[in-house]
Structures are given as structure tokens and as C-alpha cells.
């Protein structure tokens, strides 16, 4: 039996409680019909919604990429589209959190805050798994930091981690290993090809590439740089906190 694989967008959510989901499902042997019968999402998020709030009263195919070249890069690119639209990453009404290229990080629930630390059905399930407590782990989900890491600590395993990677140990401090990594990127540059180099002199010559000034540091820099290490990203922007 021959089964095609149609990718496709859809939407769910939650209108009496003000929460929805935007999602895409390109997996192999996928098809509209499975949505919220034998696919339900795979998104955590939305998983532990459900097991708190039921299943959403609303479910939409919203796209569908049938029998199309490239069908899952395209379902990917529209969902990053909408996403990117919606400005899911700082509207609290979307579960995705993020628009699958950037994220806010202060918008992801940490410490007593993050889903682990809930008093839900799924968050206990996770953290009494099998195996966890009777091998005298904690019962919550923090992992030990600092001192209390397991590579801080006098064991065998410790020990043998520390000897592989310090000093000539280490695989990626060998000469030989560097040189053949030297070696790879010099010979696989597209850029050392002939011609190419005289090729992107000229296209560029000649041509004014647009430029801003950072409102931070006022540098009068190319928009590609500005756009990579200025504005937010200015290493003398000042952070002041709101109370």
C-alpha cells in the first residue's frame, strides 16, 4: 500500500479561555485527517494544556501543500510566516511562544514557574519517571550546577572526563587534527574558487550599500552590520529595569 504525504498548517485553540495554537505537520505519511485523531500536536506546551484545560473546541486545517515541489521547506517557511505575523513570541494568548526563527527568552516560564514545577497530572508523571527516585536522584527537575555537577565530583567517570579533555587528551588539541581542520575549511571556501572573488568585487563595485547610525553608540555602519551587532544587539546599550 502507497501512502502520499500531504504537509499542511492548522490552527487549534481554546476561544473561552483565550489560547491558541499554530502549528505545521510535514511527517512521513501525513495527511489532513489526522489532525487531532491520530496527531495531536508535538508541541509540550500544548500537551500539558490539554491535560489541564481538555482537548481544543476549535481545529483548522488552514494550509495544505498537496502534490507540490519542496511541500514541507514551503509548509515550514508559511508557518514561520504567519507566526512571525501574529507576533506569537510576545502575545500571551499564543501557546507557541515562539515563531520558530526567534524567541523572547524572558517569555519562557523558569525555576518554581516552568511546567515541571506545576501540580499537574503530566508534571508529576515526569517527575516521579521510572527509575528517577530510586536511583537517589531528586524529585524535582533541577539539575546539579556548580560543585554538585557530576563532573565536579571524585568519581571514576569525573576523572576520565577531566584526562580526555584537558591538555593532549584531547583529540581536538592534537596538530594533526587542527591542520586537517585548517585544511577542509581552506580548501572548501567557496570563495578561494577562481574567478569567484573578482566576480563579487564586481557586483559590488560601484554600488552605495545603504547605512545607519546606532542610536546607541552612534556609528555610522553598513545596514547588514546594523542589523547584526547594533540596535538591541549594541554591546553599549544600557538595560535599566522597570519596577
Known amino acids: 500500500m502507497k501512502f502520499e504525504n500531504i504537509p499542511y498548517t492548522y ?21 489532513p485527517s489526522d489532525l487531532w485523531v491520530t496527531y ?14 481538555g482537548d481544543p473546541t476549535v481545529r483548522q486545517v488552514r494550509k495544505i501543500y498537496k502534490n ?18 501574529l507576533n506569537v513570541a510576545k502575545d ?27 501540580d499537574t497530572e503530566r508534571a508529576r508523571q515526569w517527575r516521579d519517571r521510572s527509575g528517577w527516585k530510586s536511583k537517589g536522584g531528586p524529585s524535582t527537575a533541577t539539575t546539579p550546577k556548580g560543585n554538585k555537577h557530576w563532573t565536579n565530583q571524585k568519581t571514576d567517570s569525573a576523572i576520565k ?5 584537558n591538555g593532549k587528551n584531547n583529540p581536538n ?13 581552506k580548501n572548501n571556501n567557496p570563495v578561494n574558487i577562481p574567478g ?9 563595485t560601484g554600488k552605495k550599500r545603504p547605512r545607519k547610525i546606532c542610536e546607541f553608540c552612534n556609528k555610522d555602519v553598513a545596514d547588514s552590520v546594523y542589523t547584526r551587532h547594533h540596535s538591541n544587539k549594541c554591546k553599549h546599550k544600557i538595560y535599566t529595569k522597570i519596577e
Open 173 to 185: 588539541n592534537l596538530a594533526e587534527v587542527k591542520e586537517k581542520k585548517s585544511n577542509y575549511l
Open 92 to 118: 500571551p494568548k499564543w501557546l507557541n511562544g515562539h515563531d520558530s526563527k526567534s524567541f523572547d527568552p524572558n517569555l519562557v516560564p523558569k525555576g518554581d514557574q516552568h511546567w515541571t514545577r506545576q
Open 161 to 165: 572526563h577531566h584526562e580526555r579533555m
Open 40 to 53: 495531536k500536536t508535538s508541541s509540550k506546551i500544548v500537551h500539558d494544556f490539554v491535560l489541564e484545560h
Open 196 to 204: 569567484v572573488r573578482e566576480k563579487i568585487s564586481k557586483t559590488l
Open 11 to 31: 490552527l487549534i485553540g481554546w476561544p473561552k479561555l483565550g489560547k491558541w495554537y499554530y502549528g505545521v505537520r510535514y511527517a512521513k505519511n501525513c495527511t
Open 68 to 85: 507540490r515541489e519542496n511541500a514541507i521547506q514551503l509548509a515550514q517557511l508559511w508557518e514561520n510566516r504567519v507566526l512571525k505575523k
